[in-house]
């Protein structure tokens, strides 16, 4: 098992160095050779679980500790070494920082990682102008696994392709995407209401730290943007209830919102959800679908894993319950494939 989980800090190595952050891609190929003792790494090296980035993601509980120490101005020489050492340089300072801020870490391995990517926002502004071209009715957002709700006020950012820009022109989030595909319509979509669920909320001023900490050191365009969306979510107090997704839904599903677009969505969430969960939620949803009406409609939007490049965007829509290919995209929403 020892080596099972060594393996698991390396395949998430490659995983940060494809997905744009060499040093984190370091960290881990170092760490998955040189933990061997004290507190830190006994625990590692004996997880229970799995912990693997479909598990536990215990690679990055770590990464998202070590950051932390950085940021906190606990770990100068870390820093030093995040900041442009030697490899040696980097094996040393991470080697202090297991050995003098062991009940730190301790308690980063507690969480599983939550990085709210905003630029998975990106999928929603487009996908809300298709709504809003569809249905032309005000929206009620419901997004499970919502974290810190910095991708429920997706309406309060700006997607660029081009020349074009969809969104507030003052939106203080832009969102620039490599794009590929037909622009979505232009009608701008109505948010009415918003709300969503969490096993373990995050607000966006009291849990900075975590928020921030679970973005990669060496990404500073991602940390300059979480920390203007954590900005603007901070204005949006109580949006996010903690709870189990799924008996969250069925209360949310029970409500009605006459004269309004119900849109439930979730962005690489469903698939960490056990398969019994995943099964109620389809059959909530389409007992909910089976309800819905033109002047109540019902609309799922999903952005999850499938195995292929990327995640596969789709969406449901009821009445009807028809599903429709509306885009792939990055997982952290570098790139994205219009279908529309």
Known sequence: MTEAIRQSFRDQAAACQALGSPLTARVLRILADDLHQGAVATRVLSWPGNPGSAGDALALRLAGGLHALIREGRA??????????????????????????????LRWLDSPPQTNEVRRSSVLIAAGHWLADRFGLPMVLSELGASAGLNLIWDHYALR????????????????????????????????????????PLDPAADRLRLMSYIWADQPDRLARTAAAADLAAGFPGLVTRGDAVDWLATRLAQPFPGHLHLIFHTVAWQYFPAATQARGEALLAKAGARATAEAPLARLAMEADGKDGAAVTLTLWPGGKTIALARADFHGRWLRWQG
């Open 76 to 105: 100068p020489d870390l820093a030093a070494a995040y900041a442009g050492g030697s490899d040696a340089d980097l094996r040393a300072a991470l080697a202090r920082a297991m050995a003098t801020q062991e009940a730190c870490l």
């Open 161 to 200: 392709i081009g020349t074009r820009v969809f969104g507030p022109s003052d939106a203080p989030v832009v969102l620039s995407p490599e794009w590929a595909g037909p622009l979505p319509p232009g009608r701008p979509p109505q948010v009415a209401a918003r709300a969503g669920v969490d096993l373990n």
